[in-house]
C-alpha cells in the first residue's frame, strides 16, 4: 500500500502537523478520513498503515493515540430491543405502567 492509497487527501498527515492540536480535534480529523476509506476496502489496514508511516516518529501525538483506539475491537453491546427492551425480566413494563 502507498501513502496515497492510504490517505489520498492528506488529512492524517496534515493532523500530526498542526500544532498544539487536541484529542477531540484528532478524532474530527479521523471520522472525515474514515468515511472517505472505500467500501469495498479493509480500514484497519489502511489504519494500520497511517500508524506505521506517521505514528513511529511522533508516538506522542494525540493522532497516533486515535489510531491505536481505532484498531481496538468496538464494545460487545447487548440489544435491548422489542419487547425484551420494553419489560423486566419478571415480564412487568418498564415505564411503570404495569399494574
Not at 484528532?26 to 479493509?42: N, R, S, Y
Request: glycine share 8%; net charge positive; aromatic share 10%.
Amino acid at each position: 500500500m502507498l501513502i496515497k492509497e492510504a490517505d489520498p487527501k492528506g488529512l492524517i498527515r496534515e493532523s500530526y502537523n498542526i500544532e498544539g492540536i487536541k484529542l477531540a480535534e484528532c478524532k474530527t480529523i479521523f471520522f472525515d478520513w474514515a468515511i472517505q476509506v472505500p467500501v469495498l476496502e479493509d480500514p484497519f489496514e489502511h489504519i494500520k498503515f497511517c500508524l506505521s508511516y506517521y505514528g513511529t516518529s511522533a508516538p506522542e501525538h494525540p493522532m497516533t493515540s486515535v489510531l491505536k483506539l481505532a484498531l481496538k475491537p468496538a464494545p460487545y453491546k447487548k440489544r435491548r430491543g422489542g419487547r425484551a427492551g420494553r419489560t423486566t425480566p419478571e415480564g412487568r413494563r418498564r415505564d411503570g405502567l404495569s399494574e
